[in-house]
């Protein structure tokens, strides 16, 4: 066969995350340890039995089988706004300011095909999750990063960024509480985004798929409370890591109707939306947490995890500051290492999968990722591998 594949896949490199499953087969192979993954963030819990049955109430009813629709049922759109109001105070129309999405994945995927052509700028941040690098190549724009450094408490610094890169940007994506480096946005972020998103005419894309899942009392924000937003931004959530329904593919968009509309075009024409009986389970995910606020637990157990493992690292010698948010740990790696060398040293002497930093993003060096998705006993057990490792030496 001599037809070659597009040009386009050149923009979706994985290249780590490849060679860190590789790595991981060979050593399974070999049989010296029992791989323990701490690399893909995948929640490793069954949403609650209400939403079980519930959905499989709506999987055996005969009127949920024909096409859905790509923006997603009435009830669905209103059960969204009406979260919306609770969970932050937010009103948005459920008409034109939400879109149901097949995770959200699929509207970060897909908005900048609605928005973005080749010269367009969108900056990203860096270190960031992979869609947003990857929805930009394949609509052929241009990734400006933003960089995330600990001494700016991981929040971009916009005032350095050149005149002719601010004259060609259209779109800005954001994610607070953030995937990899579990960061949180702090007081009066969000103003200034709002302010220089005015200023240079930016529309903003904020990801905010980790909402429900902070710790020790802290709520986070929605980038749509900010005075002004919903002038300039969309907001992206998802039911995947707020209920444990990563495998069900449910997330939307809420926020501008213009910055929605070109999402809603491009989806209408490449999908027919969620599995009707999919959008009944999340409809009551959300009616159950409109009605009994606060009883979300699903933090909790990864509350418990973080405090395990990094109670555990520190005893050891390997200090890590606690994340008030999300699913992961975003390790600085001890002196002398870089962050490949580092996880595929420990996974070589002691079975553990953590990804290298530097695949999210050159920013990511120094770094690696630990995903919170194993239980306490088997954290524990990590614990006690690296100590034996030897790899952090006190
Ligand atoms: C998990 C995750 C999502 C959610 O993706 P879905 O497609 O809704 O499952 C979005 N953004 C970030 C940063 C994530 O980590």
Request: glycine share 8%; proline share 7%.
């Amino acid at each position: 066969m001599h037809v070659q594949p597009s040009r386009r896949l050149a923009g979706l490199s994985s290249a780590i995350f490849t060679e860190m499953n590789q790595r991981k087969r060979a050593v399974e192979a070999s049989g010296t340890f029992e791989v323990i993954d701490l690399g893909i963030g995948s929640p490793d819990q069954p949403p609650s039995p209400f939403i079980m049955e519930a959905l499989t109430q709506a999987v055996r009813n005969p009127d949920n089988y024909g096409y859905p629709t790509s923006e997603g049922s009435l009830r669905f759109r209103e059960t969204v706004a009406s979260w919306y109001f609770h969970r932050f105070h937010v009103e948005v129309d459920p008409d034109h300011e939400v879109l149901s999405l097949m995770g959200s994945q699929d509207g970060l995927a897909h908005l900048a095909q609605g928005w973005i052509d080749p010269g367009d700028v969108v900056l990203v941040p860096d270190p960031g999750y992979p869609i947003y690098f990857a929805s930009v190549n394949l609509a052929g724009g241009e990734i400006y990063p933003l960089p995330l450094r600990a001494e700016n408490g991981f929040l971009p610094d916009f005032t350095n960024i050149p005149a002719d890169i601010l004259e060609r940007a259209k779109l800005m994506v954001l994610n607070y509480p953030n995937n990899p480096v579990s960061a949180t946005v702090q007081e009066g972020f969000f103003e200034k985004v709002v302010r220089f998103a005015r200023e240079n005419d930016i529309l903003v894309a904020h990801d905010m798929a980790y909402s429900e899942m902070a710790f020790d009392g802290y709520r986070p924000p929605s980038f749509l409370e900010t005075p002004g937003a919903k002038e300039v931004g969309v907001e992206f959530n998802s039911l995947s890591k707020s209920f444990n329904m990563a495998g069900c593919r449910v997330g939307y968009i809420v926020g501008n109707a213009q910055i929605i509309r070109p999402l809603a075009i491009i989806k209408s024409n490449i999908d027919y939306g969620i599995f009707l009986a999919i959008q009944e389970a999340a409809i009551a995910a959300m009616e159950h947490d409109i009605l009994h606020p606060g009883q979300n637990r699903i933090a909790q157990v990864y509350q418990e995890r973080r405090d395990v493992l990094l109670d555990g690292l520190a005893a050891i010698g390997w200090k890590i500051d606690k994340p008030k948010a999300t699913m992961f740990v975003w390790a600085p790696i001890p002196d002398g290492w870089t962050s490949e060398n580092f996880a595929f040293t420990l996974l070589e002497k002691a079975g553990v999968v953590v990804i290298p930093g530097n695949a999210f993003g050159q920013e990511g060096e120094g770094y690696v990722r630990i995903a919170l998705v194993k239980p306490v006993d088997v954290l524990k057990e990590v614990i006690e591998r690296i100590k034996k490792s030897g790899i952090i030496s006190r």
